[in-house]
């Protein structure tokens, strides 16, 4: 506290200058063009914070394959590539073909212990490689549970994996992966629109699991099933709420600015997800603003599930980014949108306009929107200043 206060004394603070651009080949420095950025090149090579991602969405191909020869579960297809191409989405679609891509492969890992174990602990390995330092992953446990979950999902027979040893697996995975690859991992457990009777069930995972990784609850699915008449999604937000467990919410991606509206005033959400329809309702829209609510903004996702205009010149996160708002940059989804946080990055980069000061400012920005407890926010801001050659905390 101290330390920051006197930082903030000095004031504005001059950022290193480096410019956005790094040549692989002669590894010297210079700013780069459209034509030399390519998709494998990386536009912001630094630590970065990534806040919304779906584990079950974030599974290695590979390993789908792995765990269904080993299960003997037949697929479609034999080779990653072909996987790969069954799986992810290559146009922009609707909501139902994508949450139909889920179809493809959950029941292969759903059920299984060491599958889950491991695609937790591959993740962190994944996020590493994208030199996040702090993620937060979501899923829904009950998803990947075979009893004590009604019904059983993914046309599977009753077993002997419910929804809470699923939460206990993904920890244990999670932090084998923080110890081996120096990520720092924690989890947002998910209702689902679709499933009100679920929702009790995971606030209580979620406080069962407080202190072994789990930070926050989230309402995930079919923005228009939504919840003021649906008092089991509203029932866990208020237990949520007493019970000290972070909120954040689905709202806003496909749906109309009233679900957003819904999303903070009846759920207290702290955060959003994705919230672009915001900006459909100006008076909402300020209001959020002047809270300093923070958008969890996933790029490549809001085009390829349809929610925004496919043209990236024209995504909402533009106008967040003039109005100085509070947001992330996220993948979502990368197994079924084929990408990586880099590709996100690259693109707000190459489409968007998004420079290495606003790539420094929202990563702040997401560090301090974070779910930890607020001695390990700081530290995890603090070492973004100091990655970042930044002085003081004031700058943003
Ligand atoms: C997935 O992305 C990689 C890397 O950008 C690319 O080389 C590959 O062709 C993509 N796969 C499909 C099936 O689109
Ligand atoms: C569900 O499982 C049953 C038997 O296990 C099988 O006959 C049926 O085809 C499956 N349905 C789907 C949609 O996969
Ligand atoms: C974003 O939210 C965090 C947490 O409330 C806050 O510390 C930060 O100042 C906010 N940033 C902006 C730009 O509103
Ligand atoms: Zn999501």
Redesign the pocket.
């Known amino acids: 506290m101290h330390i920051i206060a006197r930082r903030a004394a000095i004031g504005f603070c001059s950022p290193v200058l480096i410019s956005l651009c790094t040549s692989t080949l002669t590894g010297s420095r210079s700013l780069c063009t459209m034509a030399e950025l390519s998709?494998?090149q990386v536009v912001f090579n630094k630590p970065k914070v990534e806040l919304h991602v779906h584990l079950d969405g974030a599974i290695r191909v590979e390993t789908i394959l792995d765990v269904a020869k080993r299960r003997n579960i037949h697929l479609p297809a034999n080779t990653v590539?072909e996987m790969?191409?069954i799986i992810?989405l290559?146009q922009p679609a609707t909501l139902t073909m994508f949450l139909g891509k889920f179809e493809e492969y959950m029941h292969v890992v759903a059920g299984d212990r060491e599958a889950i174990k491991r695609m937790a602990y591959e993740f962190v390995e994944d996020k590493a490689k994208e030199r996040v330092i702090y993620v937060e992953v979501r899923y829904s446990p009950h998803f990947l549970a075979n009893t004590k979950v009604d019904p059983i999902p993914w046309n599977q027979s009753e077993g002997d994996l419910s929804p809470d040893e699923v939460v206990h697996l993904v920890n244990e995975g999670l932090s084998k992966g923080e110890r081996a690859f120096k990520v720092k991992a924690r989890s947002i457990l998910c209702c689902m629109r679709h499933m009100p009777s679920w929702s009790m069930d995971v606030v209580e995972l979620c406080k069962k699991y407080q202190h072994e990784g789990v930070v926050a609850i989230d309402l995930a699915g079919d923005e228009s099933l939504n919840c003021e008449a649906n008092s089991e999604h509203r029932k866990a937000y208020e237990e949520a709420v007493r019970c000290g467990i972070h909120r954040t919410v689905h709202a806003g991606e496909v749906g109309p600015p009233s679900v957003v509206k819904e999303a903070v005033e009846v759920l207290k959400a702290e955060r959003v997800g994705h919230g672009y329809s915001t900006l459909e309702d100006q008076v909402l829209y300020k209001k959020l603003l002047a809270q300093n609510m923070h958008f969890e903004i996933c790029p490549v996702s809001s085009k390829l599930t349809g929610a925004c205009n496919p043209d990236f010149t024209k995504h909402p996160v533009i106008t967040f980014r003039k109005d100085k708002a509070n947001y992330s940059l996220n993948t979502d989804d990368p197994l079924i949108f084929?990408?990586?946080l880099d590709?996100d990055y690259n693109t707000a980069h190459k489409y968007m306009g998004f420079t290495e000061e606003e790539f420094k400012r929202l990563n702040i920005n997401s560090a301090k929107s974070c779910f930890l407890p607020e001695k390990e926010k700081k530290e995890l801001v603090n070492r973004l200043y100091e990655a970042y050659g930044m002085e003081c905390s004031t700058a943003f």
Do not use: A, D, V
Request: charged share 20%.
């Open positions: 998709s494998q590539e790969r191409q992810i290559q084929n990408s990586t590709l």
